[in-house]
């Protein structure tokens, strides 16, 4: 029979390697005013707001990439940006 030596695993560090991102949450009580006049229902009005929420945010993505697998693809890409002709 073998031996299996086990290594110890390193601690886990406290903090993480890399900062955390930023996130977007909605606090929908912040934009209920906007939709006082309509004639919804307070479902209705929330559902609208998340909507809209869930539209801006994609467009944020799409600009900005708040996307993790966008973040390593353009870090995966970075190299080739800078690559000169010549």
């Not at 991102?21 to 919804?40: F, G, H, K, N, S």
């Amino acid at each position: 029979m073998t031996d299996h030596k086990v290594k110890e695993d390193k601690a886990i560090p406290d903090e993480p390697r890399w900062p955390a991102r930023p996130t977007l949450t909605l606090d929908v009580a912040l934009y209920q005013e906007y939709l006082d006049d309509a004639e919804l229902s307070a479902e209705q009005k929330q559902e609208f707001i998340e909507t809209l929420w869930n539209i801006i945010v994609a467009f944020v993505d799409l600009g900005f990439g708040i996307d993790s697998v966008q973040t390593v693809l353009d870090e995966a890409e970075q190299p080739a940006k800078h690559r000169h002709c010549g």
